[in-house]
């Protein structure tokens, strides 16, 4: 809280601070959502300009300074894609998407390391109907009730799936998860 | 109590509800430390989806940032909730064009007419075909504006603004719900200009005009000049 709190009274080396912490994860976001680098890195500055004119309403009561940053940083993104057109829904999986990377990988902007290797894992491993229904939601910016619509099945098949999903990435991922 | 929304809140944390029950959820949670535990926890798994997906910025990027905010250091409000206040003011609501006049929709003529307050009133009664909806100034400016939204083809507005300063450019936004949408950008004259929306519209949907830097942005940060609700 510290780090918005002097954010939020304009200290330009908070920002920094707060960059170097997360910047390499909006500008993933950014890049997964909006599809490319030059797309991905407006989008961050947009995530930290508005980071920097709206820290006064961070309220830490209401969550962490992650989840904060993670909303505006995927409502830019999905913002971006509606305003330059996006990729189409397809595209979005929660494999890394492999054409895309591997282009960055060769510039070695892709810094593999084991924790994003372990969340990776446990996520191939989350059955495939779970796996598209939380990609097309977090990647995608569509709604549960846009996702029924769009793959025509039951709403409610929807919401278990996003359910069950979540439940298990949380117990891989979570303290004492499996490796 | 017996209706925690617990079954909603993986989809809360990856941000797929829709508005109704994320507001139900959001009501929910001042009230209840064991629902807002668990969303804590599924918001780190959706930070887990984010992080796996972490790739290095150019490094261009961090000294763009940080210039820029030292540049500006402005203690504006935060442009949303302007954005958001300025909608709760009255709007007016749409006035159906009857009159199909037989004039020809000839904006560029009547860019040239006598005055710019005499060929503004004509574009918009000249608008023979579809309905049209003023839209409201938020200030005392001299900024006016009609959506017109044709029985077929794009919406479009028709604006008189003052020239945008330098580096500035005046930008339509299709706000639906709470998300604003780029709609375009105008504005390096004064006078009588037509811009055609690059969003569709759906009804309820709200249309405004701000300032923007040139080249226009992605998340609007200025006041809006001209809003009126489809």
């Excluded at chain 2, 077929?152 to 936004?173: D, N």
Aim: hydrophobic share 45%; with cysteine; net charge neutral.
């Amino acid at each position: 809280m510290a780090l918005v709190a002097r954010i939020a009274a304009q200290d330009a080396r908070a920002l920094g601070e707060l960059y170097d912490a997360y910047g390499r994860v909006v500008f993933g976001v950014g890049f997964r959502i909006a599809g490319s680098p030059e797309a991905a890195e407006e989008v961050a500055q947009d995530v930290f300009q508005a980071v920097w004119r709206q820290a006064r309403s961070y309220r830490a009561e209401r969550g962490s300074v992650r989840t904060w940053l993670l909303a505006i940083a995927r409502n830019a993104a999905i913002d971006w894609g509606r305003t330059h057109g996006r990729r189409s829904n397809r595209e979005y999986s929660l494999d890394a998407a492999p054409g895309l990377v591997a282009e960055v990988q060769v510039e070695e902007r892709v810094i593999a390391s084991l924790r994003a290797e372990r969340i990776r894992v446990a996520v191939r491993m989350l059955p495939t109907e779970q796996r598209d229904v939380v990609a097309l939601a977090f990647w995608g910016g569509l709604s549960q009730t846009e996702i029924a619509a769009r793959a025509g099945i039951p709403l409610g098949t929807v919401k278990s799936r996003i359910r069950l999903g979540m439940e298990k990435l949380r117990e891989r991922l979570g303290p004492g998860g499996e490796e | 109590m017996t209706d925690h929304p617990s079954e909603d809140l993986a989809a809360y944390a990856i941000g797929a509800l829709d508005r109704a029950e994320r507001a139900a959820v959001d009501a929910h949670l001042p009230t209840c430390a064991a629902c807002r535990a668990d969303l804590e926890a599924l918001g780190d798994v959706a930070w887990s989806l984010a992080e796996s997906a972490s790739l290095d910025p150019p490094a261009r990027t961090r000294g763009r940032l940080l210039d820029g905010v030292r540049s500006s250091r402005s203690r504006e409000e935060p442009p949303l909730v302007a954005l958001w206040r300025a909608l709760t003011r009255p709007v007016p609501i749409a006035i159906p064009v009857a009159l199909a006049v037989a004039v020809a929709f000839a904006l560029v003529g009547l860019r040239e007419a006598r005055t710019d307050a005499d060929a503004y009133a004509r574009a918009v009664a000249g608008v023979a075909d579809g309905r049209v909806v003023a839209l409201a100034p938020t200030s005392d400016g001299t900024a006016r504006g009609a959506l017109v939204v044709p029985s077929s083809g794009s919406p479009y507005l028709i604006l008189q603004l003052p020239a945008a300063p330098a580096g500035k450019t005046w930008e339509a936004w299709v706000i639906r719900g709470e998300r604003p949408l780029a709609a375009g950008i105008t504005g390096e004259r004064s006078g009588l200009v037509t811009l055609v929306l690059s969003q569709a519209l759906v009804p309820g949907d709200v249309v405004a005009v701000t300032l923007e830097e040139a080249g226009g942005v992605a998340v609007p940060r200025g006041q809006p000049v001209l809003l009126g609700k489809t």
